[in-house]
């Protein structure tokens, strides 16, 4: 198998410019000439790439969903050692993903109801289990906690590491650290 080094794609660029644009003044705000000069084409040419920038959207915020979901069952089957390993590795890459995709937070955060109810009930659908990935893992490492209650502690994690839009820079390893010491320290407060 190998690893894909090659450059991103053209749509792969749009859908990078089209997040950071989103984010930073609202699905509204921007416009498909502004996405396409972004990326050295014609507004028009993204509809070579995109119906428009609805379908942008929806490809973005169902994308990130299911990017994570596949992670997190990947990092499940092939992290070796047992439940707090697998956990590890879980916040490792959510850390990850909330360092390396800021605008797809925010862009979640601000614009999911402007998705068709088909695509956001998708993006719900695959949320839903990714949470019930990680409650499964929470609650192996702490079995007598409620079920309930793991539910609850998986989410604060996810308020506390998708908070990074929000936080201000520490460079990249001190952030990292303190994200997984406080994610680590949150899950620990089951057996409290």
């Known amino acids: ?4 080094t090659d450059a991103p794609t053209r749509r792969e660029q749009i859908l990078k ?10 699905f509204h705000g921007v416009g498909v000439d502004e996405i396409g000069a972004a990326v050295g084409i014609s507004g028009p040419g993204l509809y070579r790439h995109f119906a428009g920038k609805d379908a ?10 299911g ?10 089957a092939e992290t070796g050692g047992g439940p707090q390993d697998v956990l590890s590795a879980l916040i ?5 993903f909330a360092l390396d995709d800021r605008p797809l937070i925010t862009l979640h955060d601000r614009e999911l109801d402007r998705l068709r109810d088909s695509d956001r ?14 409650v499964g893992v929470v ?23 998708n908070s990074t839009p929000h936080l201000g820079s520490l460079g990249r390893p001190a952030t990292e650290a303190l994200l997984r010491r406080l994610a680590h320290g949150a899950f620990a407060a089951l057996s409290g």
């Not at 410019?17 to 003044?25: G, K, S, T, V, Y």
């Not at 009930?121 to 990680?134: A, C, F, G, T």
């Open 1 to 4: 198998m190998t690893t894909r």
């Open 17 to 26: 410019e089209a997040a950071r644009l989103f984010a930073a003044r609202g």
């Open 56 to 65: 942008m959207l929806a490809e973005l915020l169902v994308g990130i969903s």
């Open 67 to 76: 990017r994570l979901l596949d992670g997190g069952k990947r990092r499940v």
């Open 92 to 96: 490792d890459g959510h850390i990850d």
């Open 121 to 134: 009930k998708l993006v719900r659908q695959l949320q839903r289990q990714y949470v019930e990935l990680w």
């Open 139 to 161: 609650r192996e490492i702490h079995p007598t906690a409620p079920e309930a209650e793991a539910r609850v502690a998986v989410h604060a994690v996810f308020g506390l590491l």
